[in-house]
């Protein structure tokens, strides 16, 4: 086991060690800072409302958003929306939050793509760039297995993949207290559900938002980690899986007619489908048939990789 550890640490060292590593992380950081300026500077949040005034703001909002539908159809259903809200607060007599760091936070769960490609980048190039660089034979005749030494990689593959996911959080953050400010230790807002409008804690949203996100993370990079394992190829790896993280949800949408378009992967990445009373994608779905699913998935993706590079012939490479 410590053996293990070792060869799980000598490879993130060599993913940290990278330059192209830490200019996805510089990339990260710097699309946070534009996005906490680009909502600082617009109109489309309030940073804190009066104790005793908010009850008027909120209607001085509500008369703005409806002069801007009646001005601007494109706002209409953004407005309505924020509108809806503005009367659950009002009508069960809670003063609103202001814009804080957690609902910052909340809205940064659509760069977990970003980090889903960010890992399929390193996921890819874990195994191939072994056999591009010709390191292989180095690798192998270390006294270790090679499914030890398979495991170690992607063990190294999910670390990188969490880490960066927690700076993520950490540093939305971070930014977001700098920017916003920090609303309480546990703040509350309205937010939209499918059965209708309810006021949750925002931490819980980020756990559950964020939790489910991880989901698709972790099958694409295991994904990347097969075709890197199985063609030695980083950019085959990076193609096809890019690719399907791009267009899955469409090319379910093609087949969606078809009772077996539920057995395809992307149908059923997506587990929040099955929470606040949400409508599966298709019937005869649920959440348990989903995670069996996934484990199907997740265990062909795996096998594969460890029949091909247990077997595999590398005198040549």
Known sequence: MVNFWQLTQNELKKIYIQKATWVMYILLIVILFGAALITIT???????????????????ENNKLTKEMQEEAIFQE??????????????????????????????????????????????????????KWGTIKLLLIRPSSRVKILLSKYVAVILFALLTLLFLIAFSWLIGALFFGVDGLNPHMVM???????????????????????????????????ISSIFRSS????????????????????????????FILFANTDLSQYVNGNEPFMEGMSLTFSIIILLIYYAFFAISSWIVFVKRDVAGS
């Open 42 to 60: 617009s109109d489309f949040i309030t940073r804190d409302y009066n104790e005793d005034t908010w009850r008027e703001e909120l209607q001085e």
């Open 78 to 131: 953004y407005n309505t929306g924020l509108i809806e809200q503005n009367n659950y607060y009002l009508e069960h007599d809670i003063m609103p939050p202001g814009y804080g760091a957690w609902q910052y936070v909340h809205e940064n769960i659509i760069l977990v793509s970003l980090i889903s490609l960010f890992t399929i980048i390193v996921a890819a190039g874990i195994v191939a760039n072994e056999f």
């Open 192 to 226: 939209e559900k499918n059965n209708g409008l309810a006021y949750v804690s925002i931490i819980k949203e980020v756990l559950v938002g964020y939790g489910f996100k991880m989901v698709n993370l972790i099958m694409m990079a295991t994904f990347a980690f097969m």
């Open 235 to 262: 950019a085959l790896a990076i193609g096809i899986a890019v690719f399907l993280m791009l267009a899955g949800n469409s090319i379910v949408m093609f087949f969606a007619e078809h009772s077996w378009a539920k």
